[in-house]
T-cell receptor, first 111, second 113 residues
């Protein structure tokens, strides 16, 4: 049981490049979310999904797209990276016990 | 969603009991209170969740008074490895609130020898 798996762990992008952060969970959780965490700050919700085919915006959605074609996967896409998107990104899923399970994070630097 | 307020930082020594209080004056009837722990360079980890009175597990205890406008996370006999950021969250896990949990800046607990 791997829990929540995020790839890659580290990534450096040039301004304007695009990329997809991958997130997969094997716990059959319906609810999944993406957060970003900047130095010295708490986590801010980017997008979330309550099930396959259903997504919605969180607190800071601009510059990010998501999709949920399967229960297991919830990728986060950066269409045109900007230095302001330099951050650590966490994916989380929620099961019936109400607690979130977080991935180990992706550290993204945009230069 | 109910807003939470907790101390920015706390210091303690090994072997002591640490109590971190969180205020959530606007908590709704269906809201649960959940605490997470985060170490540097790691994702938050679920510690404990409760609705009212007292909840205890192998890691911590959670005390919630009758009015539910605050809660206290109690860590017994802390060690150096308990140095981390602790987040208090309030939300209804069965509706949209459960999936839009907002993390504040948390409480940085530092445990020393």
């Amino acid at each position: 049981n791997a829990g929540v798996t995020q790839t890659p762990k580290f990534q450096v992008l040039k301004t304007g490049q695009s990329m997809t952060l991958q997130c997969a969970q094997d716990m059959n959780h319906e609810y999944m979310s993406w957060y970003r965490q900047d130095p010295g700050m708490g986590l801010r919700l980017i997008h979330y999904s309550v099930g396959a085919g259903i997504t919605d915006q969180g607190e800071v959605p601009n510059g990010y797209n998501v999709s949920r074609s399967t229960t297991e996967d919830f990728p986060l896409r950066l269409l045109s990276a900007a230095p302001s998107q330099t951050s650590v990104y966490f994916c989380a899923s929620q099961g019936s016990n109400y607690g979130y399970t977080f991935g180990s994070g992706t550290r993204l630097t945009v230069v | 969603l109910a807003k939470t307020t907790q101390p920015i930082s706390m210091d303690s020594y090994e072997g002591q009991e640490v109590n971190i209080t969180c205020s959530h004056n606007n908590i709704a009837t269906n809201d649960y209170i959940t605490w997470y722990q985060q170490f540097p360079s790691q994702g938050p980890r679920f510690i404990i969740q409760g609705y009212k009175t007292k909840v205890t597990n192998e890691v911590a205890s959670l005390f919630i008074p009758a009015d539910r406008k605050s809660s206290t996370l109690s860590l017994p006999r802390v060690s150096l490895s308990d140095t981390a950021v602790y987040y208090c969250l309030v939300g209804d896990p069965l509706t949209g609130g459960g999936n839009k949990l907002t993390f504040g800046t948390g409480t940085q607990l530092k445990v020393e020898l």
